[in-house]
């Protein structure tokens, strides 16, 4: 948990700023390199990506990496209830002015920081983007001390999830063989491609009988992409079907600590290491940690 100490009032987030001032994306300390962004999202919900962001970040952990997760799903987290977690704050309570975000973090499995979303808000799912803008600006304050920042996105390809996920310098798209779930992965490149500019996602196949049924989704997917989107999709690697996955889902444990040596796990410290060995890249907006472009297509006035 953050140690720092707040004197000032805490307010609601949509009321910070006085109506018409010019939001400016915060000033990054320059001394220390920018932290490396990655969202990791699914078009499909149930594709197993919450549990891929959690055993990546503990790897990232294990490795020596400072690492903070956000569970990006305002209305349905559940990171923390994998993690067997059971967190007294999240991010409602920033929402509505109760808490600051360095005061909602908690410690998951391996040292990694957890940022816990709320569970069962219907009103969390609709955030104005003054709310939105106000939680990557806190965000952006706690990443000074973060080597990686990992975003669990929601699944699905609406606003209130993707200004989340395009504010990573890398976005990781979650799919598995279900057909309805490779369409639906096409649905959100399409998005990204469209509507937020993303020239490049990288993609994940979990739950592949083999390294071969992985690639081969992959190239239906490329295929697709580069015929009717202008974007780049790379293979960034799989999760093999392993039945102990099941095992520890239930029993709230992570694979890659309870199991280390088991084919999933195994999975997982290739993602890890290729994650980690990922470029931070400039956010194009001032000094911040995060990229805010899509922030800025509209005229911004905080209520």
């Not at 996105?153 to 989340?164: C, K, P, R, T, W």
């Not at 399409?190 to 990288?202: I, S």
Request: net charge neutral.
């Amino acid at each position: 948990m953050s140690t720092l100490q707040h004197t000032e009032k805490v307010i609601p987030l949509n009321s910070r700023r006085p109506r018409g001032e010019a939001f400016v994306p915060p000033k990054r300390n320059p001394v220390r390199p920018a932290t490396r962004a990655v969202s990791i999202t699914s078009g499909k919900g149930g594709v197993g990506k919450t549990n891929i962001v959690a055993n990546i970040g503990y790897e990232l952990s294990r490795s020596g990496q400072s690492v903070l997760i956000l569970d990006a799903d305002m209305g349905l987290g559940n990171l923390d209830i994998l993690l067997g977690l059971a967190p007294r704050f999240n991010l409602s309570h920033v929402i509505m002015g109760e808490k600051r975000i360095d005061e909602v973090v908690v410690e998951g499995p391996g040292n990694m920081k957890i940022l816990p979303a709320a569970s069962g808000i219907q009103e969390l799912t609709q955030l104005s983007r003054d709310q939105k803008i106000g939680i990557l600006y806190e965000l952006d304050q706690l990443l000074d001390s973060v080597d990686i920042l990992l975003i669990d996105s929601a699944a699905g390809i609406s606003a209130n999830v993707l200004d989340f996920s395009v504010s990573a310098h890398e976005t990781m798209v979650v799919v598995t063989p279900e057909p309805t779930s490779i369409t639906d992965a096409y649905a959100l490149m399409k998005v990204l491609a469209l509507k937020y500019d993303e020239k490049r996602c990288r993609l994940i196949v979990n739950q592949a009988a083999n390294d071969q049924e992985g690639r081969e989704i992959f190239r239906q997917l490329n295929i697709v992409a580069q015929k009717f989107l202008d974007i780049e999709v790379d293979y960034f690697g799989c999760i093999l079907k392993d039945e102990i996955m099941t095992a520890c889902v239930k029993q709230q444990r992570i694979v890659s600590q309870a199991f280390p040596e088991s084919m999933a796990a195994r999975g997982f410290r290739n993602l890890a290491r290729k994650t980690g060995a990922l470029p931070t890249l400039p956010a194009t907006s001032g000094d911040s940690h995060l990229v805010w472009h899509h922030i800025f297509q509209e005229d911004i006035s905080w209520k």
